[in-house]
């Protein structure tokens, strides 16, 4: 037992300082902040808790006053470095007051070493330790309430222990009990054992708390990827059945654009089936016949496969290249039916060559449909009724205007267009163009809308694939 004492504990802490902050500082340029902090603090603490050792051995200023002062300074640098994980400003107004209040501190307890003996210096070193440990706890406090962190919660109690043990050491200037800090007494083994158990516990602490916090960070990426896939597939959905809805609303076109082609079929196929009865079926003419109703059956399966592919789930593959030219080819085969029965002249760009962009072919047509539609419906009451589709290729962008001649849109309109349930239509409801800034969002492109003063100018932009 002889052994175990005061000065042991000084050395045996003093190590574990030393090695664990020098281990750490090898990795210093890879710390944040609140590390570098622990970091500089562990190793003041160990070269400081060496120099309290060698009392004997050093000058007193260098032994006892500097020492006492740099290693309270320590316990404020770790509540620094606990007040970073959370709150990220100049950090130069804290380590100016730090050092001024470290210097005013040392320069008071040497005096006071010197004129006013051992009892004093032992209040104001208990001070200092006692006091500014606490003040560790309640960082740790805040960033517990701030983060849910279990081990805050932890470094809260282990700060305030380690506090109220320094200012329970003071009771040695009252009963005479500890004065000297390396007595062989119970009460002082005693003191200095919690003490530097509390002061390992803090350690270790910190530790947890920065591994937790890698834990939720990485938990908290993990359920924001899931909500960005949950919210990629929703939008899927959505849009999905808003291109339903708007096929729905043309069902009476497609009816009409499908009834021409079966009524064709419909009649040869009785011209035959009369002929066949009568005995009058003639060779060429039945063939001529035939050529009719095979292109009859070719037209109505193209405008089934269109309304199959405009319907169809959208891969939605960032990465994928699209052909604005069949893109544009679909849509106006869709809506041409709907434009025809309207009066609406519909004049498209010349594009003698493919004009590749990095998007969903199904999406992409089901923007342009959309604007197309907003466009047809804008024109309804006017006499002059002439839509105008222009592309072009700029740079790594491309872009396709839709201007049409209906009653444009006021200002309000124009900053509102696009926000989630906002329609000037009696019957709409908000999410046309809401849906379609979300796909163009999704590939780096955007859709802007401007009055031309005889009506809307709708641009769309998205980015330029390379050609194959």
Request: glycine share 8%.
């Amino acid at each position: 037992m002889a052994s175990y004492n005061v000065q042991s504990l000084f050395i045996f802490f003093a190590i574990i300082s030393l090695l664990g902050g020098g281990v750490a500082s090898l990795y210093f340029k890879r710390l944040d902040t609140s590390a570098k902090y622990w970091t500089v603090a562990t190793l003041m603490w160990g070269i400081t808790g060496m120099a309290t050792v060698f009392r004997n051995e050093l000058p007193p200023l260098w032994s006892y006053s500097i020492p006492i002062g740099v290693n309270s300074a320590t316990f404020v640098l770790m509540g620094l470095g606990i007040v970073r994980l959370y709150k990220h400003g100049p950090q130069w107004p804290s380590f100016l007051a730090l050092g001024l209040a470290t210097v005013t501190y040392t320069m008071t307890l040497e005096l006071c070493r010197i004129h006013a003996g051992p009892k004093v210096t032992l209040i104001l070193s208990g001070l200092a330790f006692g006091l500014s440990s606490i003040w560790c706890a309640y960082p740790a406090h805040v960033h517990f309430k701030l983060t849910g962190n279990r081990f805050s919660m932890h470094m809260r109690w282990v700060m305030a222990g380690l506090g109220l043990l320094h200012l329970v050491r003071m009771q040695g200037a009252l009963t005479g009990w500890g004065v000297q800090t390396f007595g062989q007494d119970a009460w002082t083994l005693g003191i200095w054992s919690a003490i530097f158990v509390f002061g390992m516990l803090r350690y270790f602490t910190y530790v947890g708390m920065r591994i937790q916090e890698q834990n939720d960070q990485r938990l908290t990426a993990a359920a924001a990827l899931a909500r960005e896939e949950e919210g990629r597939r929703l939008a899927s959905q959505l849009a999905q059945l808003e291109r339903q809805q708007s096929l729905g609303a043309m069902s009476a076109s497609f009816a009409h654009e499908l009834n021409q082609p079966l009524g064709v079929i419909l009649n040869y196929a009785e011209l035959l089936q009369h002929q066949q009865r009568t005995g009058t079926m003639e060779p060429a003419m039945t063939l001529n016949v035939l050529d009719d109703i095979i292109a009859s059956a070719v037209r109505a399966r193209e405008i089934i496969r269109r309304i199959r592919l405009f319907m169809q789930p959208s891969q939605n593959q960032k990465n994928e290249r699209s052909d604005l030219r069949t893109v544009v080819e679909n849509v106006l085969a869709l809506v041409s039916a709907d434009a025809v029965r309207s009066e609406i002249t519909v004049v498209t760009p010349d594009m003698p060559e493919p004009v590749w962009v990095r998007a969903d072919a199904v999406l992409i047509s089901q923007v342009l449909f959309n604007v197309l539609r907003n466009a047809m419906e804008s024109m309804l009451d006017r006499a002059e009724r002439l839509i105008r589709l222009d592309i072009h290729q700029n740079n790594s962008e491309v872009t396709i205007a839709v201007i049409d001649s209906g009653t444009g849109l006021t200002e309000e309109d124009i900053q509102k267009a696009g926000e989630p349930f906002y329609t000037t239509k009696p019957s709409g409801m908000g999410l046309g163009l809401s849906i379609c800034k979300s796909i163009l969002a999704q590939y780096g492109g955007r859709l802007s809308l401007t009055n031309t003063g005889r009506g809307t100018h709708v641009l769309i932009s998205l980015p330029q694939a390379d050609s194959i």
